[in-house]
């Protein structure tokens, strides 16, 4: 029974910090904040099987929660942070041309330009204006002029934004 209470409690006490840290940190985690929350279960999971303390793996995850938090500030608060913590979008393709250097450098194959070029209903490398990989992974297609909406805008458009 001490166990149920363990997890019920680690519940509690997660379900209340996850949502103290804000909606946004949880809506779009950058990769560094992903794999970061993904330390708590290493942190709890001794604690809930009673080999440490239950004080000690809370103490922990709240220092991880903090630290997740304070990135996240910092990011908004100081843009030269957020180039280093969060990275900075990369041109993949400018007017028609693939910018191979970009792709390595990324290790972005060109099918992966050419499914959402597709997905945004452009046919040929050539109506692509640019192709830029965001720094939360999103590759967004611009078309050339009069070839359509850039893919973002399309999607809005698609969810009835």
């Known amino acids: 029974m001490e166990i149920v209470a363990r997890v019920a409690f680690v519940y ?18 950058s990769p560094f904040e992903l794999v970061t929350l993904m330390l708590i279960p290493e ?3 001794q604690a809930l099987v009673r080999e440490a303390s239950l004080a000690n793996a809370l103490a922990g ?3 991880l929660l903090v630290l997740v938090f304070l990135t996240s500030l910092l990011t908004h608060l100081v843009p030269t942070a957020s180039k280093v913590i969060d990275g900075s979008p ?4 400018a007017n028609g041309r693939i910018l191979e250097k970009a792709c390595n450098r990324e290790r972005i194959q060109p099918e992966e330009i050419f499914s959402e070029m597709h997905r945004s209903g452009l046919e040929r490398l050539s109506q692509v204006r640019w192709a830029i990989l965001e720094a939360d992974g999103d590759l967004t297609i611009i078309p050339e002029q009069g070839h359509g909406l850039p893919v973002s805008r399309a999607r809005d ?5």
């Not at 509690?12 to 985690?29: D, P, Q, T």
């Not at 990369?90 to 393709?93: D, G, I, M, N, W």
């Open 12 to 29: 509690v006490f997660l379900a209340v910090a996850l949502r103290v840290i804000g909606k946004r940190e949880l809506s779009s985690l």
């Open 43 to 45: 942190i709890v999971s």
């Open 61 to 63: 995850v709240a220092t």
């Open 157 to 161: 458009r698609d969810a009835g934004v």
């Open 90 to 93: 990369t041109v993949l393709v």
